[in-house]
């Protein structure tokens, strides 16, 4: 019998109510589950095989969204039912560098490596084709593994293993590359090395952050400085058969193929902390002095330049290096005479090692008894493609012999969200203090809700991380972790804040996204791009970003962009023919932002595969997350 509280019949009517709630959740849940599984490394057997094995995954199996991240429907009238779809590249393709390819290098000429530098194909020679991952392809080690292990199958070169083989650079074992932590110059070791600069550079307490490594072999020295806590960027030329920047890279060590040649390295002034040559086999004395010179240029004042290797301790290698005395010392004296005009101090010599050091001003500088010129560049920061010059890049000008010119940096990690003098001086157009901590909130949120996406942010899944359109650094600040590093691109069309990124002990460079980046195929984990698209939709296609997008990306990578609604429709109909898996979300402030965010997961094929194969052989039970 009911009651005036239970009426009859709405016991029923509840149950009826909550059996539709029920089955309508089931129903949400079961698609939302089934989006998640094709997301990365779309139907990936082993990906499910280690999910059972283990905790984590090193291959991510599902994409976390919180109500508010939905997706965006698309308009019928902006839809594109049938998005271009390109074709895989020849397999001999695998490792293509689009502008450092070796056929075209061979018609440029070889003084001063200009053949070594970057010479991009014009528009009627770019291709149009996804550039393939090798057969075996697997997915890096996680770091702190990848520093010393790297797959065979991902850069089988063995010519390193030969030549190198007395220097303990890197031994083939099975299927395996181990790099031992050896140099040419630190045979006992990176390690080693470094305590002995850390003798005389205060590399321990942050005073120094960024490093340079000129002519940088497969990067053991950067893979060991990170340890420290110190960002080194590394290079190396294209080599065909050493490929050692792509060895670094492999390694999840910061790496681009550049070479001291002829036209000026993308950083700006005073950049790097520290700097360091070992037997990097660069002729430093040759054209007066104009590569030691760009040292110069991009070191900061009261930084350290290291030499180790030729001409230093000449009289123990003499006969070794096949060169006279004299030669050797004369060499010598010419790279000391050159650091003195450029306001360097030798500060150490032992054995293989000298170490100068870069005076913080140049009020107790004499140039007088110099003919070094002075650079008359009136913009010391318009860099890309411009000619190496031989002469100095003034300091900045400074009141007194205690002030550092340029502005004085505090330790990191401090000195990570620190106002940077570039910002507190009025450098950076339309930045101020405040501006700059607005920034720095901004990126905080962006990238929690970015983890909210995807989980594996800021795990070891994800290594080498590329910000596309940089600006002041916020992303990569709010990542910032042991666990994974960013390369902060400036577009050379937007602008220049490459300056504060360095300011706050990141490291990055300039870059023209209408070209082929200086990187081999499959070199990063993650790449975020905000506002790319709008920035080039007038520049170059965007089919041709994205295609390069493509090339550095690994399989089974994540890239998330962030544009207004039309131009990410535009971008989502190419990336869905270059087999990638999308989804366009919400902004994570609602869907009135008229910037949506999207994101896309690469799939994992390799040279041969139809597509539409499960992957055979992207992971390893080695490579579980560590978190």
Not at 167 to 173: E, K, S
Not at 370 to 375: E, F, G, I, L
């Amino acid at each position: 019998m009911g009651s005036k509280h239970n009426p009859p019949g709405s016991n029923r009517s509840r149950s009826s109510i909550s059996l539709i709630i029920v089955i309508g959740l089931c129903c949400f849940f079961y698609l939302l589950g089934a989006w998640q599984k094709s997301g990365f490394g779309k139907g990936d057997s082993i990906a499910m095989e280690i999910t059972k094995q283990a905790q984590c995954t090193d291959v991510v199996t599902d994409l976390d969204f919180e109500p508010h991240h939905n997706t965006v429907k698309i308009p019928q009238r902006l839809a594109d039912p049938k998005p271009v779809s390109f074709k895989p590249c020849d397999v001999k393709l695998k490792d293509y560098t689009p502008c450092q390819e070796q056929d075209r290098a061979m018609k440029f000429p070889r003084e001063n490596m200009i053949y070594r530098e970057r010479h991009c194909p014009p528009e009627n020679e770019k291709l149009r084709c996804l550039v393939p991952a090798p057969k075996g392809y697997m997915t890096p080690f996680p770091w702190p593994k990848s520093r010393d292990y790297v797959h065979y199958a991902n850069a089988p070169f063995k010519s390193l293993t030969v030549e190198k083989a007395g220097q303990n650079w890197v031994q083939f074992q099975g299927n395996v590359f181990k790099f031992p932590g050896g140099g040419t110059m630190f045979p006992q070791g990176a390690d080693a090395y470094i305590e002995e600069l850390a003798s005389v550079i205060p590399i321990k307490d942050g005073s120094v952050r960024t490093a340079l490594d000129t002519g940088c072999g497969v990067a053991s020295w950067g893979a060991y400085m990170l340890k420290r806590n110190v960002l080194t960027m590394s290079f190396a030329p294209r080599d065909n058969h050493e490929a050692q920047v792509q060895f670094a890279l492999e390694r999840g060590v910061p790496a681009i193929i550049a070479v001291l040649g002829s036209i000026l390295l993308p950083y700006p002034p005073r950049a790097f902390d520290m700097a360091q040559c070992s037997r990097c086999l660069i002729p430093w004395t040759a054209n007066e002095g104009k590569y030691l010179m760009e040292v110069d240029r991009v070191l900061r004042p009261g930084g350290f330049w290291v030499l180790s290797g030729p001409p230093i301790n000449w009289k123990t290698y003499y006969k070794t290096w096949n060169r006279t005395k004299s030669d050797l010392n004369a060499e010598q004296k010419r790279i000391e005479e050159i650091a003195e005009s450029l306001c360097w101090e030798k500060k150490y010599e032992k054995g293989d090692i000298a170490i100068f050091r870069k005076k913080i001003n140049d009020k107790s500088c004499d140039r007088s008894t110099t003919s070094v010129d002075t650079c008359k560049r009136k913009d010391t920061d318009d860099l890309w493609y411009k000619e190496m010059e031989t002469c100095v890049t003034p300091y900045p000008k400074v009141s007194s012999k205690e002030e550092v010119a340029g502005g004085k940096l505090k330790k990191f990690p401090e000195r990570l969200f620190a106002v940077p003098p570039s910002i507190s001086k009025g450098l950076i157009s339309g930045v101020d203090a405040e501006s700059y901590q607005e920034d720095i909130k901004l990126w905080k949120k962006r990238v929690t809700a970015y983890k909210r996406i995807n989980r594996l942010i800021g795990s070891t899944r994800y290594r080498n991380i590329m910000d596309m359109n940089a600006g002041l650094g916020g992303f990569a600040a709010a990542l910032e972790s042991p666990k994974s590093w960013v390369m902060n691109v400036i577009p050379t069309i937007t602008k220049n804040t490459l300056s504060v990124v360095y300011e706050r002990g990141l490291i990055g460079i300039y870059h023209d996204w209408c070209e082929g980046f200086s990187t081999y195929p499959r070199t990063y984990d993650f790449i975020h791009a905000s506002g790319v698209f709008s920035l080039y939709q007038h520049s170059c296609k965007l089919e041709d970003i994205l295609l390069e997008t493509d090339r550095i990306l690994r399989p089974e990578g994540i890239v998330i962009f962030r544009d207004e609604v039309d131009v990410l429709n535009d971008v989502r109909k190419i990336a869905d023919g270059m087999r990638w898996d999308t989804k366009l979300m919400d902004h994570e402030d609602g869907p009135l932002v008229p910037e949506k965010i999207l994101v896309a997961v690469k799939q994992y094929w390799v040279a041969g595969d139809d597509g539409n194969s499960p992957a055979s052989s992207s992971s390893s039970s080695d490579n579980s997350e560590e978190e």
